[in-house]
């Protein structure tokens, strides 16, 4: 039986000296070396501690307390982190993949860019028994379980995450990625979720009341018994048609897309180039590796679509929403997305660098005031590129990619600054 009494635990308060021991070992540990030891961390005082980059993947932090601690890019991924105190501690660029963090308080804790993907973040407490059998609940001061209250998750990657029943009221969700997540009967009053990917979403039963969801991906979600007063949804991409229908083109999609290569090839001499302008193009046939030089796509519905490999010199994709879209090894040369969305894009290895017709004839890519919100932007080639008001906040890139850019009208997180200060 559980008993009503409780029981405090006692932390251990750990030293510099004996946390860097811990995680050494846990290292040899992790990587199959002689002498490696399990971080056995549970119920240890970590508060406030510098442990940025650690590597404490299926470590045992139980009902550890590192409230305050400094954990950017640290690993927790598959860690045991029940019931953990996590307030206010930074973990911006952190890797909790399947970590176990039922019952954790994450109140006002900073979780930019983390990867939360099938975290475990429901409710939950710790019991021990005594020497009857009983079990008693242990109390860790006055964290409650399984918060996410006023927490900071911008593009983070919360896909498969567990968060039924938690509480997450005023959380920033802006552009988190949290398809498939499991949010039913959550507590997410004026919650913000402005952009974010909640495709396949189960929001059954969810308190949404006063949340921001404008401009979120909503499709397949399960919204039934949802309470959604209060809740701003402008924008939003759901299952309903975001545009106009391809069937208005009286030619069926693949029809369509076989007379735009043919026209690409032959100059113009043959088949016909496509207008997709205004279109919902989400139910477009698979699409990677095809010839799509000088796709007129202004305004164009393109959320998620498999772009890889394909050739769009010279596109037309002004104002265009590709926000998912995999793009990686695109060619993109002459390209012009001014004002188009690419937030969470794949833009690894594309080629964004003028196009040339001729001897002295060039057109640069235009990616003025687009918004590359948490892209990834690795070997892309961006040179001669203009980025006029480009968004490229949250954005992955290289250690040196930004270097010799024009972007000094560019919107920048706190990270890329630095980076480029230093250059």
Request: net charge neutral; with cysteine; charged share 25%.
């Amino acid at each position: 039986m559980l008993s009503t009494q409780s029981s405090k635990i006692q932390r251990k308060k750990y030293s510099h000296s004996e946390l860097a021991n811990a995680i050494a070992l846990h290292e040899r540990f992790r990587t199959g070396k002689p002498g490696g030891v399990r971080a056995q961390l549970a119920f240890a005082d970590l508060s406030g501690m510098a442990m940025a980059g650690a590597n404490l993947a299926e470590a045992d932090c139980t009902g550890a307390s590192f409230r305050g601690a400094m954990l950017s890019d640290c690993v927790f991924d598959r860690a045991a982190l029940f019931a953990c105190d996590f307030r206010e501690a930074d973990l911006e660029g952190a890797s909790l993949v399947r970590a176990d963090l039922r019952g954790a308080c994450l109140r006002g804790a900073n979780l930019t860019r983390a990867n939360l993907i099938q975290a475990d973040l429901r409710e939950g407490s710790i019991t021990q028994k005594d020497k009857a059998g009983n079990l008693h609940a242990l109390r860790l001061g006055k964290v409650g379980p399984a918060e996410l209250q006023g927490a900071t998750l911008a593009a983070a990657n919360l896909s498969e995450a567990s968060m039924e029943g938690m509480s997450a009221g005023q959380a920033d969700f802006t552009d988190a990625i949290m398809r498939d997540c499991k949010l039913a009967r959550a507590n997410l009053q004026k919650a913000q979720f402005t952009g974010a990917n909640l495709a396949g979403a189960d929001l059954r039963g969810a308190n949404c009341t006063g949340a921001s969801l404008d401009g979120a991906v909503m499709t397949g979600v399960k919204l039934a018994d949802a309470v959604m007063d209060g809740a701003s949804l402008v924008d939003v991409v759901n299952d309903n048609l975001a545009g106009k229908a391809l069937a208005e083109q009286g030619v069926a999609p693949e029809e369509l897309l076989r007379l735009h290569a043919l026209w690409a090839q032959t100059g113009g001499a043959q088949g016909k180039a496509a207008d997709l302008s205004g279109y919902d193009c989400r139910s477009l046939p698979p699409l990677a590796g095809l010839v799509l030089v000088g796709l007129r796509a202004e305004k164009a519905i393109l959320v998620g679509l498999d772009l890889r490999g394909c050739q769009l010199q010279g596109a037309r994709l002004m104002g265009a929403d590709l926000r998912d879209c995999k793009l990686a090894g695109a060619d993109l040369r002459g390209v012009n997305l001014t004002g188009a969305k690419l937030t969470r894009a794949d833009l690894r290895d594309c080629d964004f660098s003028p196009l040339v017709i001729g001897a002295d004839r060039s057109f640069a890519a235009k990616l003025d005031q687009a918004a590359l919100r948490a892209v990834d932007l690795r070997g892309a080639k961006l040179g001669g590129a203009s980025l006029d008001r480009v968004d490229l906040r949250d954005a992955i890139a290289d250690d040196d990619q930004l270097k010799g850019l024009r972007l000094d009208t560019a919107l920048l997180d706190a990270r890329a600054k630095a980076r480029l200060a230093a250059e």
